[in-house]
């Protein structure tokens, strides 16, 4: 399949005469096709007819090799002939991969796009002289993995995800442009949006959790921060949303592997982050590894194509991911490198990272006459168009101080960050009081775990790169704390992250039966979500969970902190311990963060984006579910099946609900909802069956703080659509809003539901709304239960 070749310009002609000439025809279809076929530019800025002047003017002066030097993506490392068993196969289909690339060579002679993951600005600023001083002069775009943080480090954007706080994203990417550009880093490989329902998956870490609505209010949120709205700011960089598509449904939850759906799951579950980030103007996307219904997402015309260009009028480029476009091989849909090349540039990937194809192969391709120059020269162009809008001829350099440290004014806000991201998952009373937070009267702490003091974990996946030592540990901020309060912390290691040695127990025994506390500070290691994370065991790893119950037997008072990149399976923990709280990996405040909301200078307010299973075999498990003709009612699940409690859709060993379910999290203080109404109880479908229809329902609903203590609430709007062509979750997440209440307060939320939230994709792919009955609840968590209803009538 061929690219279009068309610019922004002349397609904004094409498709109103394309939109006229259906018009007749297509009458009854176009009206009860909400969804347009096309869409206007997506980025404001990308389609700015001065940039095509001068990217044609540009164009116009290269040479095929600086052209196809745009589209070439080295490390500082260049390339060296692989050496692996995968690499072999690499060799075998690309025999040029045997002479290894220099990359300050290439960046000399011009032929050198852009570049990962090269840290420093001495570093950047070498490789940008050499480029600057090339014929054309076009400047290297310094793309790098800063997913949660440059040098300042905030939570995992899973645990970033719980806090449902989308100006608190914004404001620390922003704030992570502001550190990375000082060492020339203009392109960040972030966010990452694929929607993960399977917390075997270890890149769940890297995204936020398994709703549609949550994962593209928060897409929406990074890309704003990153590129602000003027991408040639000297702070801003562009977004590079990845990985598309569907990554997060690599079957199984094992990584790299293939997923396999319906198109109306792609586009009602998958896609709305990835377009969410799109329309907010996003420059770039990444390619996913893994194959989508049989077709590799790094040469797949439907999704970079079809989708991302056509409908949602996307003017970036689209870079692939590590060596995908080579991979190609090894999915078997290219025998070559030639053909891998042909059908990943011809589908839409611009930008090759790593496999060291494209400049091997398009020259070939070209002089056999099996790819056109016009599609070569419509990949520079969108290459040349995002480096023209940040404004990098301009300013090729970083601009600056350089960041290599945490930055002391940046670390209220990462605290701040860590306190929202923890959920606070149970916290039962002991002796008649809740177990948190922690009183006055504790005047001594057992803080036992590998993860008390582990500096490099609380950086979490993809912090590795930046310094441990800045990073505040729990046992660091619980002493000071404790001298401060006349206390004293008793701290054991305990045992360690994985491995069975018991040597430790004792001593953490010990100091347990001391304490008039105990804070455990239990989970996985840093590396055991990310990439190449994949975990078929969901358990504590190593001999934690042993531990843990060994000194849950003292009885003395307990307080879990989970560390993870993902949902644990903490049945055990559940029925057993008091006070459990998820909190992620916290980024360089972790200890400060956690003794504010252990010592109660701030209430927990995080919320679930991902929900945390009984038991494995439950995964892949969401809350948005589909109905099924057989569904278990109010049997109790938790009991063997029996008599009409056997043939529903259930498990005969576990309930079939979540532990800890999406959208709950509690605080130290309690809330109410009541008196959810809607603004109307009938909308005709032709007011509603219009993508542009917005406010077309009001809900409200009153929150009161019932508790104590002042508290954050996170009230969420549920939604369920009962009589539609095509059966709809049981419920859906179609609001949100962070709510500060003083105890006794209580405050009207508003929600407002317009095509977006009501509609969906039926059978033929089209977004639309149809006659149907509509239940909305509003509550704390995804089993909110104060509710109201309205129809769409026909
Ligand atoms: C990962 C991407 C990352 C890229 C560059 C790949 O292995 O899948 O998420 O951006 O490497 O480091």
Redesign the pocket.
């Known amino acids: 399949m061929k690219r279009p070749t068309i610019s922004p310009l002349h397609r904004a002609v094409t498709l109103l005469a394309g939109t006229l000439a259906c018009a007749g025809v297509h009458a009854r279809e176009q009206a009860a096709t909400a969804m347009p076929q096309t869409a206007a530019p997506s980025n404001a800025q990308l389609a700015s007819p001065d940039i095509e002047r001068r990217v044609d003017a540009l164009l116009r002066q290269m040479t095929l090799e600086e052209k196809i030097g745009q589209l070439v993506q080295y490390n500082d490392q260049g390339f060296s002939a692989p050496t692996t068993a995968n690499g072999d196969q690499a060799l075998a289909a690309n025999p040029e991969t045997q002479t290894r690339v220099d990359a300050m060579a290439l960046a000399k002679q011009g032929r050198l796009g852009s570049m990962?993951?090269v840290i420093g600005a001495d570093k950047t600023r070498a490789f940008q002289e050499a480029a600057m001083h090339s014929r054309l002069h076009i400047p290297i775009l310094f793309g790098a993995?800063v997913i949660h943080g440059y040098r300042t480090i905030y939570p995992v954007p899973l645990g970033l995800a719980a806090s449902w706080d989308t100006a608190l994203v914004q404001d620390l990417s922003h704030m992570a442009a502001t550190e990375a550009t000082t060492a020339g880093v203009k392109w960040f490989?972030s966010p990452?949006v694929d929607i993960s329902r399977d917390a075997r998956w270890g890149r769940s870490t890297?995204g936020a959790g398994e709703d549609a609505y949550l994962g593209a209010a928060m897409a929406r949120a990074y890309v704003r921060g990153y590129q602000g709205t003027d991408l040639s700011r000297p702070d801003s960089v562009a977004a590079?949303v990845?990985?598309f598509a569907a990554y997060g449904a690599a079957e199984a939850g094992r990584e790299y592997n293939t997923t396999d759906m319906s198109d109306i799951r792609l586009r009602q579950v998958y896609l709305p982050p990835y377009r969410a980030a799109v329309e907010a103007g996003a420059a770039t996307l990444?390619s996913s590894?893994n194959a989508l219904n049989g077709v590799p997402a790094t040469a797949n015309p439907y999704l970079m194509d079809e989708i991302l260009r056509k409908e949602w009028g996307f003017d970036g480029f689209v870079v692939s991911?590590?060596t995908a476009v080579m991979e190609l091989t090894h999915h078997g849909i290219a025998l070559d490198a030639a053909t891998a090349t042909k059908k990943a540039l011809e589908a839409g990937v611009e930008v090759d990272?790593m496999s060291h194809f494209y400049d091997t192969q398009i020259p070939k391709l070209l002089a056999e006459h099996r790819l056109s120059t016009a599609t070569v020269d419509e990949a520079v162009r969108r290459v040349l168009r995002v480096k023209f809008a940040l404004g990098l001829f301009e300013h090729p350099y970083a601009q600056g101080t350089e960041v290599t440290h945490a930055v002391p004014g940046h670390r209220a806000l990462v605290r701040r960050a860590a306190e929202e991201s923890f959920v606070l998952l149970r916290n039962a009373a002991v002796g008649g009081k809740a177990v948190l937070p922690l009183g006055d009267g504790v005047k001594s702490v057992a803080l036992i775990g590998p993860l008390a003091d582990a500096a490099n974990e609380m950086q979490g996946a993809w912090g590795g790169g930046n310094q441990a030592p800045d990073v505040v540990t729990l046992q660091q901020a619980l002493e000071r704390r404790m001298r401060e309060r006349g206390g004293r912390v008793l701290f054991a290691h305990g045992t360690d992250i994985e491995g069975d040695s018991t040597a430790g127990f004792d001593e953490a025994l010990q100091a347990a039966r001391q304490a008039d506390v105990v804070v455990l500070a239990l989970g996985e290691s840093s590396a055991m979500s990310g990439?190449a994370g994949s975990r078929a065991h969901l358990d504590l790893p190593g001999n934690q969970q042993q531990l843990l119950e060994k000194v849950a037997a003292i009885g003395k008072p307990v307080v879990l902190l989970v560390f993870s990149g993902r949902p644990l399976v903490l049945d055990w923990a559940a029925r057993h311990v008091p006070a459990i709280m998820a909190v992620w990996f916290p980024g360089t405040e972790a200890g400060n963060a956690l003794a504010n909301v252990l010592f109660g200078d701030v209430a927990p307010s995080g919320k679930l984006p991902m929900s945390f299973p009984r038991a494995v075999g439950q995964e892949p498990l969401y809350y948005n579910q589909f109905p099924t003709g057989r569904p278990a009612g109010d049997a109790d699940l938790s009991r063997p099946p029996g008599g009409d409690t056997r043939f529903v859709s259930r498990y005969i060993d576990v309930p079939n609900d979540a532990l800890f379910p999406f959208g709950h999290g509690l605080g130290y203080t309690s809330f109410a909802y009541s008196s959810v109404s809607v603004s109307r109880r009938t909308l005709p479908l032709a007011q509603a069956n219009r993508p542009d229809a917005r406010s077309l329902v009001t809900v409200t609903a009153t929150l009161t703080n019932t508790g104590k203590r002042a508290g954050t609430e996170v009230a969420q709007l549920y939604l369920r659509n009962l009589g539609a062509s095509v059966e709809q979750p049981v419920r859906s997440l179609k609001g949100f809003q962070r709510v500060t209440l003083k105890p006794g307060e209580s405050r009207q939320v508003r929600f407002e539901l317009g095509f977006p939230e009501l509609s969906f994709y039926d059978v033929h792919s089209r977004q639309v709304v149809e006659p149907t009955h509509y239940t909305v609840w509003v509550g704390g968590s995804s089993q909110a239960t104060a509710q109201a209803a309205f129809d769409v009538t026909p």
């Open positions: 990962l993951n993995d490989y990452m890297e590079s990845k990985h990444m590894f991911d590590y990272m990439e």
